[in-house]
């Protein structure tokens, strides 16, 4: 018997991708009964579903971020389980803290769902792993062979190295509140920074729920807790939309930082008034979206969001059948 293609099965509709024997939702952006959630970033992870299967890690973040009782019923993905008929499972995606990728099988055919992912090394979170599989469905925020991404401990070095040069000035960095802030945390404490660091309110809950979760970050003040003298000569880091905000000028002059795959387009640095861009990235750059379609020896290759258009011709002359999405409901987040 032929094994039925995975277009049958699993399709975009307008509530997000859909499997239909399974009869669940893989990261909708509108409320649905069943849905299983590949990580905690908002265009990923809603409140009002039915039933959420995710990774521990992603189900504390989304009831941090929204509230205990934010779903009607909660469920931790353990080991594979059967969803009627189609075997589930979530291993490592490399993004940030709980972050997976969906392994369906279903009737001979294997899918692996990425959801946002990388492939370098993160002290704050497991590893990507690779699974071979028939269709692999990528996202391509970083899309385009323009870019590439530095090593992080690299940039985070540079860091380092500003605030000895500039000690009497504090240095802002901005970062979202989820994942990056905490690995920008952790890389500078294995840099060997190991004075206080002050965080903007807004990254307050999320970074006690890493260090419940056992990632530890070292010593953290608050900004609106200390007195503007106090500030100089400081590492802060806030929001990104913190760095030009009435908020930060408590700080005096400091030196302004932000850690983002798209610090890689000088335009975009311009654009913040960044005077120090950091090249850092949750997501994977050019060559490793590559190199990971390469070696999940999938034969087709769905594009979910990002930059598409790029990576799917891509795809065709690597071989295999690239196909667009263009789902709904993802953003380019602040990386």
Known sequence: ???????????????????????????PHRPVERAVITHGHGDHARSGHGAVLATRE?????????????????????????????SVRLVPAGHILGSAQIVLDWQGVRAVVSGDYKRRADPTCAPFELVTCDLFV??????LPVFKHE????????????????????????????GKCQRMIVLMRQAGYDAPIYLH?????LCELYERLGVAL??????????PAELAGTMVLCPPSAINDRWSRRLGDPVTAFASG??????????????????????????????????????????????????????????????????????DEDD
């Open 218 to 227: 070292g010593e953290l003040r608050y900004v609106m807790e200390a007195k």
């Open 58 to 86: 992603t189900i504390e973040i989304m009831k941090v971020r929204y509230g205990p009782d934010s779903a009607g019923r909660f469920e931790i993905a353990k080991d594979a389980l059967s969803v009627n008929g189609v």
């Open 151 to 178: 090593p992080a401990e690299k940039e985070a070095r540079r860091l380092c190295a500003s605030l000895k040069a500039n000690p009497e000035r504090a240095h802002l960095l901005g970062v979202y509140n989820l």
């Open 262 to 331: 798209w610090m890689r387009v000088r335009g975009r640095a311009r654009q913040r008034g960044v005077e120090l861009p950091l090249v850092v990235s949750d997501h994977c750059d050019w060559p490793e979206l590559l190199s990971t379609i390469e070696e999940t020896q999938a034969e087709e290759v769905w594009v979910t969001h990002g930059r598409e258009d790029a990576l799917v011709y891509q795809i065709g002359k690597m071989g295999k059948r690239g196909r667009a999405l263009a789902l709904v409901g993802f953003e």
């Open 1 to 27: 018997m032929l094994s039925p293609h995975p277009e049958t099965w699993l399709y975009p509709t307008d509530h997000g991708l859909y499997c239909e024997p399974g009869q669940f939702f893989i990261d």
């Open 201 to 205: 309110g807004g990254l307050r809950s």
């Open 138 to 143: 990528t996202e391509a925020t970083f899309g």
